[in-house]
């Protein structure tokens, strides 16, 4: 069974400048998370998705952050303009639904470094 | 104020030794996990917990919901054990722990 895909692996951009970071969750899978990982901390959830649909994106900050789940398989989150304070990795995770019970799936990150 | 917060932030230990990591939060909780994150980000998810004990090799978690405590323990560490061993609570949400950095040495 094939694991969640995530690219970029690495990206270094400027402060000011755009990025977007692709997930691929397990095939299945109804719900998808983007947590944000920043050094020596744990992560921290910035949305969930359950199928196409938003169920918690309180801690996305919208003013620059933007994700979207196309047609409740694949998923992009975006950062526009990009602050030196979002250099993290950005992990995407999934799992079969979306209960306290369900095991996620975290993909390999993206290591996001800002300059 | 962190909702869970981990101890120790870092340990280090010689091969053979027993390993106790410990996770407390604040708030009543429906489940509890454990997970283990290598360098290089990927993250695996060890064990969940809403009562009791579980064992999976050498590892074993307990969890005490009235004392908003859970244990992960590591019998016979090796240093393939090594790694960071992070807690999260979920209440309608996982809530993460900042992690404790295990390091085995020979």
């Known amino acids: 069974e094939a694991g969640v895909a995530q690219s970029p692996r690495y990206k270094i951009i400027e402060k000011r400048q755009s990025v977007a970071f692709w997930c691929n969750p397990i095939?299945?899978?109804?719900?998808l998370y983007w947590y944000q990982q920043i050094l020596g901390q744990g992560p921290k959830l910035l949305i969930q998705?359950?199928?196409?649909?938003?169920?918690?994106d309180s801690q996305l900050p919208k003013d620059r952050f933007s994700a979207e789940r196309l047609k409740g398989v694949d998923s992009t989150l975006k950062i526009q303009p990009a602050k030196l304070e979002d250099s993290a990795v950005y992990l995407c995770?999934?799992?079969?639904?979306?209960?306290?019970?369900?095991?996620?799936?975290f993909g390999p990150g993206t290591r996001l470094t800002v300059l | 104020k962190n909702e869970v917060e981990q101890s120790p932030q870092n340990l280090t230990a010689q091969e053979g030794e027993f390993i106790t990591i410990n996770c407390s939060y604040s708030?009543?909780?429906?489940?509890l996990h454990w997970l283990q994150q290598h360098p290089g980000g990927g993250i695996v998810s060890l064990f969940m917990?809403?009562?009791g004990k579980k064992k999976h090799g050498r590892l074993i978690a307990t969890i005490n919901i009235q004392e908003k405590h859970s244990s992960l323990h590591i019998t016979a560490s090796h240093p393939r054990d090594s790694a960071v061993y992070i807690c999260?609570?979920?209440?309608?949400?996982?809530?993460f722990g900042q992690g404790t950095r295990l390091t085995i040495n020979p």
């Open positions: 708030v009543g909780i429906s489940a």
């Open positions: 917990l809403s009562s």
């Open positions: 999260a609570v979920y209440f309608g949400k996982l809530v």
């Open positions: 998705f359950q199928n196409n649909g938003v169920v918690d």
């Open positions: 995770a999934s799992s079969l639904g979306d209960l306290s019970s369900d095991t996620q799936y």
């Open positions: 095939s299945g899978h109804a719900t």
